[in-house]
């Protein structure tokens, strides 16, 4: 036993002396030396256990030891207790912290019982269903020979055969392991087939909450009103059990998801490992140094992850740092979404067993997907969200081990902010996830697919405590989409199956890439990012690989693509129009007038440059004839007063260029506020705009019926115009950067921009 204890404490401090060593090479190696801002240690924090107000049965008790679980941690005995009262239960803890526990638990108890009891296991990956599948029967089979030859979990997504999901409507087992959106299209569509499932659903568990927000969130929270308003319809109430990464407003988020009251817990018990957290801000490319870095840590066989913002960056750090590690390039490989299934799950198991030594990813690595323990972490600039770096963070020390956190500064607005303020980084809460379940265009689709699942009823609890439901109904009954022969009472849907026409992710139509050398379908991408992203003559990364779209097909939705060596990459150039549909709210914040409503976007792909990979100098401008995209969506707009303009103005500044400046810092600044990407928003401004009458900037969440960000932010409007100010004050650059007033997305290539004139006008504004 002693020996046992001195490998294992050996192994503990062998780790944790690796992971020191490479922090203090880098602090004090001549590259990185000058360049790091900010350095501090998380000490490591005990754990603090609970008792169970019910003691576990012994045949759960002793499956949990089978698994090295002696004790449970205070948190786990909260929400497992909260859960065993009754009540619906969100817990938002850290990354690691055994979340999975607090429902496998109930459940485990519920398999001892016998009574047919069934549990949905929903996650938003079908690799993590994968891997909670092996969990739940390990813990199963320790607790009884009986289920070590009995299904005791079985996974029902896009990959299970034809044969397979009959079985499973045939026989459901216990657990049913799945995605939202198979249970939108494949078994609350035919419900009648899971009559035994559904009459014995006890509990739901939605794990990875903090990822359901903006218009999937808004999506998912009807697919669970639909869910439950069936269950009911079997005779079943289930308890819904909620786990999430730490974001600012659980209990509003959880209640919004499942429209009902939820118990929140969020002070976790469980230990954690030291962690370094390094910021470094580099005078070169940041990518250039993260390569750097990735080369170091794999010669010192520190197993590393990277997070990049993009698919293209992803993919260029692959390529640039392959071609530094010689021998080891076969040690590393690129992961994000576009991928195969067989691309993914192989790269998956490599990182698992240890083959693969680093991985470049996007947020495709994000969530708790099983890839074996990690050291090190690094983040290719600020993710977007407080709650983001320490998910990401916590993807290394998973077994207490010392740990570290890089984050290497691009030129981003957020990125150069806690470079400056690293102290506001650690002080900071985590955003708030914002949802819009009230989305009338939302709400109208999945109103179909319940009329279609059974009729809706005035009495019943979705329809008669919500008036835009009943409003909705009506609407779409004058459309003829739905039948009410008694009017408002009951309202039937014709059509079997509406399921077909929503998409729950928002992306919209999926394009194949295809290699035009060999005709294999490579990878995938969404209609919009279609337009902007692989449009004839636009470069394209792939696996490391440079590929030129020669064909972009609307009709078949296929993009034809040949491998080629460039010395430039590619960026759209966008043209957009806005009106004002509908005025809901106004505020004087600060020193300017602020409105927030409904808007119409236009835009439309006007053409692209091609763009020196060094240097960024634009070589050449081509035009394009791609469709028109319209949105009907929500979103604020400020309107700029004409003293503030004239005085702009008299100074012999740029009006428009202080106005796209402050357009694109706020763009910038707003994940401070809510829970988003700066590509979930849109922006536009005007000098003069038809139906304001004043100079007017427009900032609206970039989906169809809105996501719930800008009506978040709106209600936070003098908080976000602050943080604006600062940056914007803070930076050092005289005539704008990234850092400050440029967007890296913008459509007409950050022109005009009048840094000082931004400044100046928020200065007016009272910033």
């Known amino acids: 036993m002693k020996g046992k204890f001195q490998q294992r404490f050996t192994k503990v401090l062998d780790e944790r002396d690796e992971i020191d060593r490479f922090i203090d090479d880098v602090r004090n190696s001549n590259g990185f030396s000058t360049q790091i801002s900010h350095h501090t240690t998380i000490p490591p924090k005990n754990p603090r256990f609970g008792r169970p107000s019910t003691p576990l049965p012994k045949p759960l008790a002793g499956a949990l030891r089978a698994m090295s679980i002696e004790r449970l941690y205070h948190h786990q005995v909260q929400a497992i207790d909260a859960i065993e009262a009754g009540h619906d239960v969100l817990v938002a803890t850290p990354t690691a912290s055994g979340k999975s526990l607090i429902y496998n638990i109930p459940v485990a108890k519920m398999l001892l019982e016998r009574k047919g009891g069934h549990a949905l296991y929903l996650f938003p990956l079908k690799a993590l269903a994968r891997d909670q599948q092996r969990v739940i029967a390990q813990l199963a089979a320790n607790m009884s020979p009986h289920w070590r030859n009995e299904a005791v979990a079985g996974v029902y997504d896009g990959d299970t055969s034809a044969l397979q999901r009959r079985r499973l409507r045939e026989n459901p087992p216990p657990v049913l392991i799945s995605t939202p959106d198979m249970i939108h299209a494949g078994i609350l569509a035919h419900h009648q087939l899971w009559r035994s499932f559904m009459t014995g659903l006890r509990y739901v568990v939605l794990d990875e909450v903090h990822g359901y927000r903006g218009l999937f969130g808004s999506h998912i929270a009807w697919v669970l009103r639909r869910l439950l308003r069936l269950a009911r319809h079997y005779g079943a109430d289930p308890r819904f059990i909620m786990l999430s990464a730490t974001i600012g407003n659980p209990a509003q988020m959880g209640e919004k998801l499942i429209s009902r009251p939820v118990r929140v817990i969020t002070t976790s018990g469980a230990a954690a490992g030291a962690k370094h957290v390094l910021f470094i801000n580099p005078m070169e490319n940041p990518a250039y140094s993260v390569c750097t870095l990735v080369q170091q840590a794999m010669a010192q066989r520190i197993r590393t992850i990277v997070f990049s913002k993009s698919r293209k960056l992803t993919e260029l750090i692959s390529m640039w740092t392959k071609k530094r590690l010689g021998t080891m390039a076969g040690r590393l490989r690129s992961y994000r979404a576009g991928f195969t299934p067989a691309q993914r799950r192989e790269i998956e198991s490599k990182l698992a067993d240890g083959e693969l030594l680093a991985v470049i990813t996007t947020s495709a690595l994000e969530m708790g997907i099983d890839i074996g323990h990690l050291d090190l972490c690094i983040l290719v600039g600020y993710p977007g969200s407080i709650m983001a770096t320490w998910q990401r963070g916590g993807r290394v020390g998973r077994r207490q081990t010392t740990s570290a956190i890089i984050m290497v500064a691009g030129e981003d607005a957020l990125d150069q902010y806690f470079m400056r303020h690293p102290d506001n980084f650690f002080k900071r809460r985590p955003e708030h996830g914002a949802l819009n379940p009230e989305n009338g265009a939302i709400m109208a689709q999945h109103l179909l697919c319940a009329a279609a699942e059974t009729p809706l009823s005035r009495d019943e609890p979705l329809v008669s405590k919500n008036p835009a439901v009943i409003r909705t109904l009506r609407e779409l009954t004058a459309s003829k989409l739905l039948v009410a022969p008694n009017k408002d009472k009951r309202w039937f849907n014709p059509e079997t199956y509406p399921h077909k026409d929503i998409d729950l992710r928002g992306g919209g139509r999926l394009f194949s890439i295809i290699d035009g050398a060999s005709g294999e379908i490579i990878g ?170 004043a100079a007017t900037i427009f900032i609206y969440d970039g989906f169809q019926g809105g996501a719930g960000l800008c009506r978040e932010a709106f209600a936070r409007l003098s908080e976000l115009l602050t943080h604006t100010g600062e940056t914007v004050a803070g930076c050092a650059c005289d005539h704008g950067c990234p850092s400050c007033v440029h967007s890296p997305k913008c459509g007409s290539g950050n022109r005009p921009i009048d840094k000082q004139a931004t400044a100046l006008l928020l200065n007016l504004i009272g910033c």
């Open 524 to 693: 995938e991408i969404e209609y919009g990012r279609a337009l902007k992203e692989t449009h004839p003559g636009a470069v394209y990364l792939h696996q490391a690989v440079t590929l030129l779209v020669n064909k972009l097909d609307l009709e078949a939705g296929e993009v034809v693509v040949n491998q080629s060596r460039l010395p430039h990459y590619t960026r759209p150039t966008i043209d957009k129009h806005t009106e004002i549909i509908e005025r809901l709210d106004d505020a004087e914040v600060l020193g300017t007038m602020a409105s927030y409503g409904r808007v119409r976007v236009r835009e439309k792909v006007t053409g692209f440059q091609q763009v020196e990979i060094r240097g960024g100098t634009v070589i050449a401008q081509k035009a394009l004839d791609l469709p028109e995209r319209e949105i009907e969506t929500e979103g604020m707009w400020i309107t700029i007063s004409a003293p503030h303009q004239e005085e702009i103005e008299k100074r012999r500044m740029h009006f428009m260029g202080a106005i796209h400046g402050l357009e694109h810092a706020m763009i910038g600044m707003m994940p401070l506020i809510v829970l988003c990407d700066r590509n979930d928003i849109g922006g536009i401004c005007y000098p003069s705009h038809d139906q304001t009458q």
